[in-house]
C-alpha cells in the first residue's frame, strides 16, 4: 500500500507539474515592471489546494528543476536560468513556497462544504499574497525598487488574479468532492 501511495504522490506531481508548465504558453504582456499576467501563478496554487503542502512544495520544486536544467518552464518559454538574472526572480521563489504553504491551509479545512469554501479561499488568497510579497522582493533586488514601489507594481494584477484565484478554488472543491481521498477523508464526509 504504501509503495501504491508514493507512486500515487509522484504520478500527481508530475501531472501538475506538467499543468503548470503547459499554463506557461498563457500569458498576457503589460508595460508594468516587464511581468507578464499568466496562469501559471493560478495553476500553481491550485496544486497546493488540491494536493495539500507536502505535495504542493514537491510540485514547485520539481518545476524550478526543469526550469534550472534549461527547460522552458516560463511564459514566452523562458528557462529559469534565464529568469534568474531578471526581475521575476521573486516570482519563481514564490511558485516554490506558495503551494506549500496552501496546502497546509488548504488541508486543515473543515469537513462540511461551507468550511471548505472558506478555507480554500483564504489558502488560496495566502498562496497569492506569498507569490506577491517574493516577486517584491525580487522587483527590490533586480530592479531597484523601493519596497512601496515593488508593492505597488502588483495593483495591476489584483483583480485578474483574484478571479484566477476564485477559479482554482471553484476547481478544487470539484476535485475534493469528486476525490475525498485526497485529503484522506472518505466521499460521505464532504456531503454533510
Given amino acids: 500500500m504504501k509503495k501504491n501511495s508514493v507512486a500515487l504522490d509522484i504520478a500527481y ?3 501538475f507539474t506538467a499543468l503548470i508548465i503547459v499554463f506557461a504558453f ?3 504582456p503589460t508595460p508594468t515592471a516587464g511581468v507578464p499576467i499568466v496562469l501559471q501563478n ?3 496554487i491550485l496544486a497546493g489546494l488540491v494536493l495539500g503542502g507536502r505535495r504542493g512544495l514537491f510540485v514547485g520544486l520539481l518545476f524550478m528543476v526543469l526550469g534550472l536544467v ?4 516560463l511564459a514566452g518559454g523562458r528557462s529559469a536560468l534565464s529568469a534568474i ?3 521575476t526572480v521573486g516570482y519563481l521563489v514564490g511558485y516554490i513556497i506558495s503551494p506549500a504553504i496552501t496546502g497546509l491551509i488548504a488541508y486543515r479545512a473543515p469537513r462540511n462544504k461551507t468550511g471548505m469554501t472558506v478555507t480554500l479561499a483564504i489558502a488560496g488568497i495566502v498562496g497569492l499574497a506569498i507569490q506577491y510579497f517574493c516577486g517584491s522582493i525580487g522587483l527590490m533586488v533586480r530592479s531597484g525598487m523601493s519596497f512601496g514601489a515593488a508593492i505597488l507594481a502588483q495593483v495591476p494584477f489584483i483583480v485578474p488574479d483574484l478571479i484566477k484565484v476564485v477559479v482554482m478554488v471553484v476547481i478544487a472543491i470539484g476535485v475534493h468532492a469528486a476525490f ?3 485529503m484522506g477523508r472518505r466521499a460521505q464526509s464532504t456531503h454533510r
Fill in 42 to 44: 493560478a495553476v500553481i
Fill in 85 to 87: 538574472a531578471g526581475p
Fill in 70 to 73: 534549461g527547460l522552458p518552464i
Fill in 13 to 15: 506531481v508530475a501531472v
Fill in 26 to 28: 498563457v500569458s498576457i
Fill in 180 to 182: 475525498p481521498d485526497l
